[in-house]
Nanobody, 117 residues
């Protein structure tokens, strides 16, 4: 079973930046695409950034040009650099495989990002 731990969230002013980290206990981590998802209050959980085993990246339109996803296979870790942040980026951020195996890939606790002045 996959175990994921996200960190790096916090309260930041609009225009600020944060770097999120995720450590995954996934066997053969380097073989999987990984992604960052987010869920705002009252909203569904959406995929915002993906990185393939080869390092190719894709982003949701809402974050394109502002967020950068990266990975370190030796550390089984995925990162999300976010700047400049907007109030609409306020959400709990999660990492997981892409696509996620609903039967095997549980969610981690997530990390709260709040963008507010």
């Amino acid at each position: 079973q996959v175990q994921l731990v996200e960190s790096g969230g916090g309260l930041v002013q609009p225009g600020g930046s944060l770097r999120l980290s995720c450590t995954a206990s996934i066997m053969l981590f380097s073989r999987y695409s990984m992604g960052w998802y987010r869920q705002a209050p009252g909203e569904q959980r959406d995929l915002v950034a993906t990185i393939t085993p080869g390092g190719s990246t894709e982003y949701a339109d809402s974050v394109k040009g502002r967020f950068t996803i990266s990975r370190d296979n030796a550390k089984r870790s995925v990162y999300l650099q976010m700047n400049p942040l907007k109030p609409d980026d306020t959400a709990v951020y999660y990492c997981n495989r892409v696509p996620r195996n609903v039967a095997l890939d549980s969610w981690g606790p997530g990390t709260q990002v709040t963008v507010s002045s």
